[in-house]
């Protein structure tokens, strides 16, 4: 290298992207890096639908079939009531909610092992991967929430003034499944058999949530303790606000609130104290 050439490279200015302190949050900085989330919220829409004959049907076909043996088994079978709503109707609020966290929890504790080689070449703030991981899952909810409208209309039921609430129920769910996906994320990393039990996890789940059965069904001394389950209040919540369920109580809700901020917070820290390592293990 000449003398010219030397003088000419220590002229550059040198750019050094050095990442926050494991300490902090990091919000600044995921504020920082909202186009790259934007971009991976549309990159995980397009590759769950690439080469799909249908597309975005499959968001609308795989509730209806579980309405189908729901309504089969729960309500022909088991005579289960249904609060005096139409079954599959009564089924499918409920559902709505629920496939929208289970897939949301899902692809979060995947998504930093999914994306092993964009985490081993470049630097951005880990903590956008299960951010868009979960985020993605709203085009599904949006497909499905119409499709819920249309069932509402054939079966003549309107929302009253309770549907005003029903975005904070969807936040809560969303924040339920990076509350958890933040944690198990980070230990599916080192352990994959995480991932490979979130499917029996979330399956054990749903049966102890109210999505094909009642919260009244549930005995009054359990209640209390049933409802700590945060998806038990955006259940009940959803089916509040769109059929005019009874109003569930804000004091479960509350305690589910608490639980699930504690859970926020501990598991972003801990995620942020880890992250260094990721690209190292996977």
Request: glycine share 6%; aromatic share 14%.
């Amino acid at each position: 290298m000449s003398t010219s050439q030397a003088r000419f490279q220590s002229d550059l200015p040198v750019t050094q992207i050095q990442s926050s302190t494991p300490s902090t949050l990091g919000l600044k900085e995921l504020w920082d890096y909202r186009e790259l989330l934007y971009f991976l919220v549309w990159r995980d829409v397009k590759v769950r639908y690439k080469q799909t004959v249908i597309g975005a049907a499959w968001t609308v076909i795989q509730p209806l079939v579980t309405i189908g043996v729901f309504t089969l088994v729960f309500q022909n079978l088991a005579k289960m009531p249904s609060d005096g709503i139409p079954y599959p109707l009564f089924s499918f609020t409920a559902l709505l909610p629920w496939n929208f966290f289970a897939k949301a929890l899902n692809n979060s504790i995947n998504s930093v092992v999914g994306s092993a080689n964009l985490i081993t070449k470049v630097y951005f703030p880990r903590l956008v991967l299960p951010i868009s991981a979960i985020l993605s899952g709203l085009i599904d909810f949006g497909i499905s929430f119409l499709f819920l409208l249309g069932m509402m209309i054939w079966y003549g039921i309107m929302p009253g003034w309770g549907v005003l609430a029903l975005p904070l129920f969807l936040l809560l769910a969303v924040l339920t499944a990076l509350s958890i996906g933040l944690w198990l994320a980070v230990i599916n990393v080192r352990y994959r058999d995480v991932g490979q039990a979130t499917a029996f996890l979330i399956q054990l789940w749903l049966f102890v949530s109210p999505v094909a059965y009642p919260l009244s069904l549930v005995p009054e001394k359990w209640r209390a303790l049933y409802s700590l389950n945060p998806m038990t209040g955006v259940i009940e919540g959803f089916r509040w606000a769109l059929l005019g369920n009874a109003m569930p109580s804000l004091v479960p809700i509350a305690i589910s609130i608490a639980i699930v901020i504690a859970l926020l917070f501990g598991g972003i820290r801990f995620f942020r104290r880890m992250e260094e390592t990721f690209a190292d293990i996977v």
